[in-house]
């Protein structure tokens, strides 16, 4: 049994090499190689085009996030939560590796042990999972009791150990790219996107509506100009998620702004350091790189973050980046706490499902128009538009949460915030580039969500100064553009 498994790995991953350098076409040779001597061929999820009439799928893990479900974390225990954290998502990297022939996840796989544990039964490699789950959330809990935290905070974690395996659809609805569709394919890219993730951005709903501005709202606009990482910032660190912990984001990051971030961070180191803003604004922002998948050998190829996490493809620097802050159409804005940190978004949201996914993607010339779970296909001459509009509401205590999300909370409907929260500026991160025509293209992510489109996400320490953000805060409340 052992030696026919091997053989079927060996067969799979062959299989594959051989269909990434068809989908993506002369240079899928270059790419495939490439990746191939970083972390062996990258099985999407064990994709399959079966026969006629039925769809393609690929293959994911899905295990509830244990950092979603934090609410109390001791300052004590943080560095063995973040650390636990990180072991949590390399041990669904690993394990995802294991079932697809891919070998994902830092801290020990890949190579010949990679091909060998391809063969694994689905049983076999959850069970294994759950174990090591099991632990380090153990670890995790164990911690925060010992910090002094023997409450309500911990209890529920170790029963968060158990994943289960899901089918996703790699089947477009529609062929709205013929040049898409011929590089990708009906599978799709090895670990994604699929043909399934683009979507004529023509063919794109109308964008939300917002409230009307009432007597009582905020008009004003107030933009910080940071550049477009023209200075290389790149690290796959999440000092937000993760801090103390090296490539805890397990993908690469894009910065702006503070030129010193990364997983070591504090809040006097980020006070200390340079910025990239033209107006003394030393605050913190960065999202998962876009890369376009065009067989060019990427310099991050076998580093953490890149190769070494599945991350494939040529990193694309912004064409343009734009800042701003925005008001309330109800009431004026509190000017936000120094060091109060946001994270928008849900880098899970595949396996999460979508209650925190805040992705959104459009076109120049079509920004009327706004996807949520697909990549856009653009016009000739129309640049590809990612927009991060963040929490607007705060509960007027914390600077972060456990959980990261508990102390900021969007607006309703209305316009209006939640009960016991405080309208503050609103920051709009908008990203756009200049990608290829009829080239794939997709942002980084953790292995198992498969590079989707919903899984993006942005992050934001603000680190102005206060007299700055007071600034801020009135050139909004007085309707003034700044």
């Known amino acids: ?285 960065y999202w998962p790189v876009l890369r376009v998948l065009n067989g060019k050998a990427a310099p991050d190829a076998n580093a953490p973050g890149g190769g070494h996490d599945g991350n494939m493809g040529t990193i694309l620097r912004p064409a343009s980046v734009t800042l701003q802050f925005r008001g309330s159409p109800v009431t004026k804005v509190t000017a936000m706490p120094r060091f109060l940190r946001i994270i928008t978004g849900d880098a899970k949201a595949l396996t999460n499902g979508l209650a925190n996914a805040n992705a959104s993607w459009s076109c120049t010339g079509f920004e009327n128009r706004q996807l949520k779970d697909k990549y856009p296909i653009c016009p000739n001459g129309s640049k590809v538009v990612r927009t991060f509009a963040f929490q607007n509401c705060w509960d007027g205590r914390s600077t972060d949460s456990a959980n990261h999300r508990t102390h900021v909370a969007f607006a309703r409907a209305d316009g209006s915030c939640p009960r016991g929260f405080r309208a503050i500026p609103q920051l709009v991160q908008r990203i756009a580039y200049d990608v290829p025509a009829g080239v794939p293209f997709a942002v980084d992510s953790f292995p198992e969500q498969l590079h989707k489109p919903v899984t993006d996400h942005g992050d934001f320490i603000n680190v102005m100064p206060d007299s700055l953000m007071a600034k801020a805060a009135s050139c909004i409340n007085s309707g003034r553009t700044c």
């Open 1 to 285: 049994m052992m030696r026919q498994a091997h053989k079927r790995s060996k067969l799979r991953t062959r299989a594959v090499v051989a269909a990434a350098a068809l989908l993506l076409g002369g240079g899928g040779t270059a790419i495939v190689a490439d990746y191939a001597s970083a972390r062996g061929a990258r099985d999407a999820g064990r994709s399959t085009q079966q026969s006629a009439g039925q769809t393609a799928t690929a293959m994911t893990i899905s295990c509830p996030d244990v950092g979603d479900r934090l609410r109390d974390v001791p300052a004590a225990a943080q560095p063995d939560v973040s650390r636990g954290l990180s072991q949590l998502d390399a041990q669904v990297a690993r394990a995802y590796g294991r079932l697809t022939g891919a070998g994902h996840g830092a801290g020990g796989h890949g190579g010949a042990n990679a091909d060998a544990d391809a063969g694994a039964g689905t049983d076999t490699v959850l069970g294994d999972l759950q174990q090591q789950r099991t632990e380090t959330i153990g670890r995790i809990a164990g911690s925060m009791r010992a910090a002094g935290n023997a409450g309500s905070a911990t209890d529920g974690l170790t029963g968060l150990s158990r994943c289960t395996t899901s089918e996703v659809s790699t089947a477009a609805a529609d062929d709205s790219s013929r040049t898409l569709s011929s590089r990708l394919g009906d599978r799709g890219m090895p670990g994604g996107p699929s043909r399934a993730d683009f979507a004529d951005i023509r063919n794109a709903p109308a964008a939300k509506r917002t409230p009307a501005t009432g007597r009582a709202g905020s008009t004003g606009t107030f933009t910080t100009v940071c550049g477009r990482n023209e200075n290389g910032h790149f690290n796959p660190d999440n000092v937000i998620v993760t801090p103390g912990v090296r490539n805890g984001a397990h993908h690469m990051h894009d910065y702006v702004g503070n030129k010193s971030t990364d997983a070591f961070s504090t809040d006097a180191s980020l006070a200390a350091a340079g910025t990239t803003c033209a107006n003394g604004d030393k605050s913190t922002h």
